[in-house]
């Protein structure tokens, strides 16, 4: 019974095996290789956005990849391609979008979110404080009232 659960886990894995393949293209001159291989590690995915196109298993990834190869073939340079892609694709397409009026909201929306957050969490603190304060305050009141009231009706005895 063993036996069989490993060699169904073990088929599993050789079958799929396939999805983890990235094709990889090699270029004949090793200066076009180490452009080819920058270029496909700062694109993204679109399809799965967090991923260069270096990194994804996607079938648009392997279409840019196969784009880019056939470009630098071509004698185009890094940022013939890189305008190229923007032009088709959009500041997205960079993993690292330049700072423009479009992408201001991708470099500075984290930070704006950040300053949001501290602001919340400290203005959260200092009301909680406020409040133990005041509930603090008047614990003390009642007990001091309550303290004048007894010693006014000892001596009025």
């Keep these: 019974m063993m036996k069989h659960g490993i060699a169904i886990v073990f088929l599993m894995l ?43 298993n996607a079938e648009l990834a392997g279409d840019l990849r196969r784009q880019v190869f056939e470009m630098l073939q071509q004698g185009k340079s890094k940022d013939d391609i890189v305008t190229f892609m923007t032009d088709r694709y959009g500041d997205f397409v960079l993993y690292n979008p330049p700072l423009k009026t479009k992408t201001a909201l991708l470099w500075l929306g ?20 406020q409040a133990a304060a005041t509930v603090f305050d008047a614990e003390k009141q009642k007990k001091i009232r309550k303290l004048l009231e007894d010693e006014n009706n000892e001596e009025s005895l």
């Design 110 to 129: 984290p930070v704006a979110f950040l300053i949001t957050g501290f602001t919340v969490v400290f203005w959260f603190i200092r009301r909680k404080k």
């Design 14 to 56: 050789i079958m799929n095996s396939q999805s983890w393949a990235v094709d990889s293209y090699q270029l004949a001159d090793p200066e076009q290789q180490k452009a080819y291989e920058t270029l496909i590690s700062q694109l993204r995915c679109l399809v799965c956005q967090n991923q260069t196109i270096a990194d994804s």
